[in-house]
């Protein structure tokens, strides 16, 4: 199966919370990461999480981490246009081969 | 302004013509990783580096070759490029490869 797994398609009314879900199989995972890419760009490091925390908050956002099921996820409170974007959720094992990333998930506002 | 850099933005050659895509970042970073990113297959890393002279295969690197001669910089090659390789290409640089990865603009290479 895949390391990092995620929906590929959220769409949301403009106002809302996205709640944006990820799951990872290696359990040796120490950090864990939420990148965003609009259209034509690079990614974007929104925010990370150290394994030995639960959640972390910045303004707007919100990473939960259930570390006994391996689920990571990404609230974004307020949704709006500019949110539009692909998430994707990476895993760092803590080795220095970089990043596992999801396949990201495509958040789609609605008016 | 601290950044990763690649060029070209946009390439298209022909099959077994060899090229490079270059990779440059100014913030003194130990890490450096190339991947690839292809429609319904998400990032796949192909080649990374923990520093100077030392690098490492990814996920996908067949076809691929890379140098680090100097920290800054971290050259992809295609010796011989074939249709395939026609991706979205992505290099990106850590100062602690745990911290996030800082990624540059991406290379959209056309391989006919």
């Known amino acids: 199966g895949e390391d990092v797994e995620q929906s590929l398609f959220l769409s949301v009314r403009e106002g809302d919370s996205s709640v944006i879900n990820c799951t990872y199989t290696?359990?040796?995972?120490?950090?864990l990461y939420w990148y965003k890419q609009e259209p034509g760009a690079g990614l974007q490091l929104l925010t990370y999480i150290f394994s030995n925390m639960d959640m972390k908050q910045d303004q707007r956002l919100t990473v939960l981490l259930n570390k006994k099921d391996k689920h990571l996820s990404l609230r974004i409170a307020d949704t709006q246009t500019g949110d539009s974007a692909i998430y994707f959720c990476?895993?760092?094992?803590?080795?220095?081969?970089?990043?596992?990333f999801g396949k990201g998930t495509h958040l789609i506002i609605q008016p | 302004e601290a950044q990763v850099t690649q060029n070209p933005r946009y390439l298209i050659t022909v099959t077994g013509k060899k090229l490079t895509v270059t990779c440059s970042q100014n913030m003194n970073h130990e890490y450096m990783s190339w991947y690839r990113q292809d429609p319904g297959l998400g990032l796949r890393q192909i080649y990374y580096?923990?520093?100077?002279?030392?690098?490492d295969k990814g996920d996908v690197p067949e076809g691929y070759k890379v140098s680090r001669k100097e920290k800054r910089n971290f050259p992809l090659i295609l010796e011989s490029p074939s249709p395939n390789q026609t991706s979205l290409y992505f290099c990106?640089?850590?100062?602690?490869?745990?911290?996030?990865?800082?990624f540059g603009s991406g290379t959209r290479l056309t391989v006919v």
């Open positions: 990106a640089s850590s100062l602690t490869g745990v911290q996030g990865y800082t």
């Open positions: 990476a895993e760092n094992r803590g080795g220095a081969d970089g990043l596992t």
């Open positions: 580096s923990m520093n100077v002279e030392v690098t």
């Open positions: 290696d359990s040796s995972s120490t950090y």
